[in-house]
T-cell receptor
Framework: DTEVTQTPKHLVMGMTNKKSLKCEQH?????MYWYKQKAKKPPELMFV???????INESVPSRFSPECPNSSLLNLHLHALQPEDSALYLC?????????????FGPGTRLLVL | AQKVTQAQTEISVVEKEDVTLDCVYE???????LFWYKQPPSGELVFLIR????DEQNEISGRYSWNFQKSTSSFNFTITASQVVDSAVYFC???????????????WGLGTSLAVNP
C-alpha cells in the first residue's frame, strides 16, 4: 500500500477551469515534490517543497501554482491550462538532506485538458 | 555533466525467461546514489532499490537482483523467471549533486519498457 495518496485519480478540465490536485503523505517526510510525466517519458520535476517552503521551481508556467499547507499536504492549483498540459501528475515525498533522499511516489493524477 | 542511459527502449520476453535491464551512468562526483523504479500501466512509480557509490555489493531481493560495477559505470537489473506482473516501464535514476536548499534532483534515464508475455 502506498503511503503517498493523490486525489483525484482522473481529472478532465476545460481551458478556463480552475482545479486543484491534492497529495498527502503519511511517512513523516519533510520534502514533497510535483512531477509531470508525458507518455513514454521519464518524470519531469516541477516543484520541490522542503520544510514547507518552496525550494525548487523548475521554471514552471504560472498557470501551475503549488501550495504546501503543512508537512503532510501538497496541492497543485491549476488555472487556464493548455491542452499540452495533459499528462500524469505525480507527487512524491522524501526526507531532505542530509537524511536519506529516496523519493516515494503516489499513484498520480491523470489530467486531460480539453 | 550527469547522465543516465538506458539503451534498451523495449524488451519483450516470454514468461519464465530471465531478463537484464541495462543502466549506464555518468557523473564526476565520488559520492552519488543510484535508483531503480518500476512503473506499471497503472502509473504509480514504485521504488525498488537505492545504492550508494561506496557499496558495490550486489543485491538480491527475491527474483530481482542488481549488479553495480563502478569500473563500467553500470547498475544493471536482472529479473529471474519473469512473470506477466513484471510487465512495466523500469527507470534507472541518479541523484544529482546540484543543490538547491535542502534538496537535490533525480536524473532519470528514458526507461525500458518490459513486456512479459504468457
Amino acid at each position: 500500500d502506498t503511503e503517498v495518496t493523490q486525489t483525484p485519480k482522473h481529472l478532465v478540465m476545460g481551458m478556463t477551469n480552475k482545479k486543484s490536485l491534492k497529495c498527502e503523505q503519511h511517512m513523516g517526510h519533510r520534502a514533497m515534490y510535483w512531477y509531470k510525466q508525458k507518455a513514454k517519458k521519464p518524470p519531469e520535476l516541477m516543484f520541490v517543497y522542503s520544510y514547507e517552503k518552496l525550494s525548487i521551481n523548475e521554471s514552471v508556467p504560472s498557470r501551475f501554482s503549488p501550495e504546501c499547507p503543512n508537512s503532510s499536504l501538497l496541492n497543485l492549483h491549476l488555472h487556464a491550462l493548455q491542452p499540452e498540459d495533459s499528462a500524469l501528475y505525480l507527487c512524491a515525498s522524501s526526507q531532505p538532506l542530509p537524511r536519506e533522499e529516496t523519493q516515494y511516489f503516489g499513484p498520480g493524477t491523470r489530467l486531460l485538458v480539453l | 555533466a550527469q547522465k543516465v542511459t538506458q539503451a534498451q527502449t523495449e524488451i519483450s520476453v516470454v514468461e519464465k525467461e530471465d531478463v537484464t535491464l541495462d543502466c549506464v551512468y555518468e557523473t564526476r562526483d565520488t559520492t552519488y546514489y543510484l535508483f531503480w523504479y518500476k512503473q506499471p500501466p497503472s502509473g504509480e512509480l514504485v521504488f525498488l532499490i537505492r545504492r550508494n557509490s561506496f557499496d558495490e555489493q550486489n543485491e538480491i531481493s527475491g527474483r530481482y537482483s542488481w549488479n553495480f560495477q563502478k569500473s563500467t559505470s553500470s547498475f544493471n537489473f536482472t529479473i529471474t523467471a519473469s512473470q506477466v506482473v513484471d510487465s512495466a516501464v523500469y527507470f534507472c535514476a541518479l541523484i544529482s549533486q546540484s543543490y538547491a536548499g535542502n534538496n537535490r534532483k533525480l536524473i532519470w534515464g528514458l526507461g525500458t519498457s518490459l513486456a512479459v508475455n504468457p
